[in-house]
């Protein structure tokens, strides 16, 4: 069974870390450029890093360049962001999901796990 898991998310205050987590079982993520996502209640869902299958090439959204850093490890099989300085407009859920192409544009995105809930507030 193809399946992604997010994981690593939590409460946590303004101005501290998480590291979130995406593991794929059923296949592997070594041949797939990997996108993470996010939406907040009442919020499309906007990109916020995407990574590509080597790992050589990454992009940021504006909203996160320069706290957020995306990273693999295709040993593990996982595709991990971690996530510095949050403020409270990181709340969301966030969801990680195959392509075959780096963006952020989710349309080019096929498999999706089921989202890991990231909450900022003091």
């Known amino acids: 069974q193809v399946q992604l898991v997010e994981s690593g998310g939590g409460l946590v205050q303004p101005g501290g870390s998480l590291r979130l987590s995406c593991a794929a079982s059923?296949?592997?993520?070594?041949?797939?450029?990997i996108g993470w996502f996010r939406q907040a209640p009442g919020r499309e869902r906007e990109g916020v890093s995407c990574i590509s299958s080597s790992g050589t090439n990454t992009a940021y959204s504006d909203a996160v360049v320069g706290r957020f850093t995306i990273s693999r490890d295709n040993a593990k099989n996982t595709v991990y962001l971690q996530m510095n300085n949050l403020k409270p407009e990181d709340t969301a859920v966030y969801y990680c999901?195959?392509?075959?192409?780096?963006?952020?544009?989710?349309?080019?995105?096929?498999?999706w796990g089921q989202g890991t809930q990231v909450t900022v507030s003091s």
């Open positions: 059923g296949f592997t993520l070594d041949s797939y450029d």
């Open positions: 999901a195959t392509a075959h192409v780096v963006t952020m544009i989710s349309s080019f995105y096929n498999y």
